[in-house]
C-alpha cells in the first residue's frame, strides 16, 4: 500500500521535503513545505505504532534548519521520542529521496519492531544561516518609558512541596514565610515548581523519586509568586492528567507559568512580564530526563531544551512578541556539582549570542558558579529553595537572586543565601 501526506497545505518558493516512512510493506511519501510555526507541524501515525514529525522551519525569509523525529505510539504517555535529528543548510545530495538523511532505521524495543525512514530537500541548497547578532532594542517613546525607570525581577530555585515541606503546609506553616522579606519590593517574583500540584495521576514506574503536592499548596503560590517554571524533571512524574490539572489550578489561582503547557506551541511560548512599561519576555527549558513528557502538538507536557528551539525562542521574543528584554530560564547541569559544565556554558553562551539579557538556571540541587558573558550575568544554579531529604549543607544552600533591570539590560544583580532546616523550610543566612 502506497498513501500520499502533507503537512503543509502548500509548499514555498523555498522548496519542499520529501520524506518516505516505510513500516512492513507500507509505504507512505510525504511532501513538507517549509514553516514558521513549527510547534503546529502534526505528527504522522505510521501503523498505529509509530508517529513521524517532521518540521522544515522557515525564518526570515530562508530555511534555518529541518528536524525530523520518531515517536512510539504504543507506550504509557503516549508519543513518546524514539529519536531525533537536524539539519542545517546547505541541503545538499539532490532530491531524490534518500539524499538527505539516507535511510534510517528507528527500532522500538518495547515493540520488537522498526520502521524506515528516508528524505531529500527538493529545492535550493541554501546557505548555512549566519550566528544571530544580538538583536538590537526597539526603541520605545520617551513618555512610554524613561531611562532611569529599572525593574527588580526576583529568581529562585527548586521549590518542591510535596514531602517535608508539603507536611508542613499541611499543619499550617508556610514554607516561604521567613523568606519572602528576601523578594517584597521586587516587580515579578519567579521560581521552578519542582512537583506537579495535583490530587490526580499515578507515579511514574521507573523514577525513583516522584513529587505531587496536594493542591492545598496553591494559595502559597498566589500568595508569594508570580511565575513558575513548569520545565524541569518532576513537573510530569504523575502523567499528563494531572500535569494538565495543574495547569488549570493554576489559571485559576492567577499564578502564570512558562515552559510547559497543552500542547507544544504554548510550552514554547514567552511568558511576558510588563511592569514600568518594560515587556520583559521569560522562557524556560528543560533538559533533564525523562524526555518523553515534552509537550507535543496536540498534547500537554513541557518545552525541550532543544538548542535550535532554544536560540529561535529567544529571537522570537523579540521580532514575534515585542519583548524588550529576554530571560530563559534553564533546568540542567550536573546534580551535585558546584560548577557549571561545558555544556551549560556553551549554550549560555549561544543563548546571549542569540539576544538573552540573562541567564538563569536550576536542578543540580546545589549553586553553581556565576559568570558575565558580553557584560551579561550567567548564573548556572541557583540551587534549592525549599527542599527536603538532603543531609549535606550544600544541598540545603540555596540563593534568591534579584536582577534589577533596565530597558538595556541587568543594571546590577545581588544573591542572599538561605538555608534549609530537616524539613526543607528555608531561613535566611545569618549576616
Known amino acids: 500500500m502506497v498513501a500520499m501526506a502533507a503537512t503543509s497545505a502548500q509548499a514555498t518558493p523555498a522548496g519542499q521535503l520529501l520524506c518516505e516512512l516505510r513500516y512492513g510493506s507500507d509505504t507512505q511519501r510525504l511532501r513538507v513545505a517549509p514553516t514558521t510555526s513549527p510547534y503546529d507541524a502534526?505528527?504522522?501515525?505510521?501503523?498505529?505504532?509509530?508517529?513521524?514529525?517532521?518540521?522544515?522551519?522557515?525564518?526570515?525569509?530562508?530555511?534555518?534548519?529541518?528536524?525530523?523525529?520518531?515517536?512510539?505510539?504504543?507506550?504509557?504517555?503516549?508519543?513518546?521520542?524514539?529519536?531525533?535529528?537536524?539539519?542545517?543548510?546547505?541541503?545538499?545530495g539532490g532530491a531524490q529521496v534518500p539524499a538527505l538523511t539516507g535511510w534510517q532505521e528507528v527500532h522500538a524495543s518495547g515493540l520488537g519492531r522498526h520502521m524506515r525512514y528516508g528524505c531529500a530537500w527538493d529545492g535550493a541548497p541554501g546557505a548555512a544561516r549566519a550566528p544571530a547578532a544580538r538583536p538590537p532594542h526597539v526603541r520605545k517613546a520617551a513618555h512610554e518609558v524613561r531611562a532611569s525607570e529599572t525593574v527588580t525581577l526576583a529568581f529562585m530555585g527548586d521549590v518542591m512541596l510535596a514531602d517535608g515541606p508539603g507536611r508542613a503546609v499541611r499543619r499550617g506553616v508556610d514554607p516561604f514565610a521567613h523568606i519572602a522579606p528576601l523578594w517584597r519590593d521586587a516587580d515579578a517574583r519567579i521560581a521552578n515548581l519542582e512537583c506537579v500540584v495535583s490530587d490526580r495521576g499515578q507515579p511514574m514506574a521507573d523514577k525513583p523519586y516522584t513529587f505531587r503536592a496536594h493542591p492545598r499548596v496553591m494559595p502559597l503560590l498566589k500568595r508569594h509568586l508570580d511565575v513558575v517554571s513548569l520545565a524541569n524533571n518532576h513537573a510530569g512524574d504523575y502523567g499528563r492528567a494531572a500535569f494538565s490539572d495543574m495547569l488549570a489550578r493554576l489559571k485559576r489561582a492567577g499564578v502564570a507559568h512558562v515552559g510547559g503547557g497543552r500542547t507544544l506551541r504554548e510550552a514554547h511560548a514567552p511568558h511576558i512580564i510588563e511592569r514600568k512599561g518594560l515587556r520583559i519576555a521569560l522562557l524556560a527549558y528543560n533538559e533533564m530526563f525523562p524526555r518523553h513528557f515534552e509537550a507535543g502538538p496536540a498534547h500537554p507536557g513541557q518545552a525541550w531544551s532543544d538548542d535550535a528551539s532554544v536560540l529561535a525562542d529567544i529571537e522570537d521574543a523579540r521580532r514575534v512578541h515585542g519583548a524588550d528584554l529576554v530571560i530563559p530560564f534553564m533546568h540542567w547541569g550536573e546534580e551535585h556539582r558546584a560548577?557549571?559544565?561545558?555544556?551549560?556554558?556553551?549554550?549560555?553562551?549561544?543563548?546571549?549570542?542569540?539576544?538573552?539579557?540573562?541567564?538563569?538556571?536550576?536542578?543540580?540541587?546545589?549553586?553553581?558558579?556565576?559568570?558575565?558573558?558580553?557584560?551579561?550575568?550567567?548564573?548556572?544554579?541557583?540551587?534549592?529553595?525549599?527542599?527536603?531529604?538532603?543531609?549535606?549543607?550544600?544541598?540545603?544552600?540555596?540563593?534568591?537572586?534579584?536582577?534589577?533591570?533596565?530597558?538595556?539590560?541587568?543594571v546590577d544583580w545581588d544573591t542572599h543565601t538561605v538555608h534549609m532546616d530537616r524539613e526543607g523550610i528555608p531561613r535566611p543566612a545569618r549576616p
Not at 525569509?61 to 523525529?69: K, W
Not at 515517536?71 to 521520542?81: A, I
Not at 541557583?382 to 540563593?399: R, V, Y
Request: negative net charge; without cysteine; proline residues 7%.
Open 339 to 410: 560548577t557549571a559544565n561545558d555544556r551549560q556554558r556553551e549554550l549560555a553562551r549561544r543563548m546571549i549570542d542569540a539576544g538573552a539579557d540573562a541567564v538563569v538556571g536550576t536542578h543540580p540541587h546545589v549553586v553553581q558558579d556565576t559568570e558575565t558573558y558580553l557584560g551579561r550575568p550567567i548564573i548556572y544554579s541557583l540551587g534549592n529553595l525549599i527542599f527536603d531529604g538532603f543531609s549535606d549543607a550544600d544541598n540545603n544552600t540555596g540563593w534568591v537572586l534579584r536582577l534589577r533591570m533596565d530597558r538595556n539590560g541587568v
Open 42 to 92: 502534526p505528527l504522522t501515525p505510521v501503523a498505529d505504532r509509530f508517529a513521524f514529525r517532521a518540521v522544515v522551519r522557515e525564518r526570515e525569509g530562508r530555511v534555518d534548519h529541518i528536524a525530523l523525529a520518531v515517536y512510539d505510539l504504543t507506550l504509557p504517555e503516549s508519543p513518546v521520542m524514539l529519536s531525533q535529528t537536524h539539519h542545517a543548510p546547505p541541503f545538499g
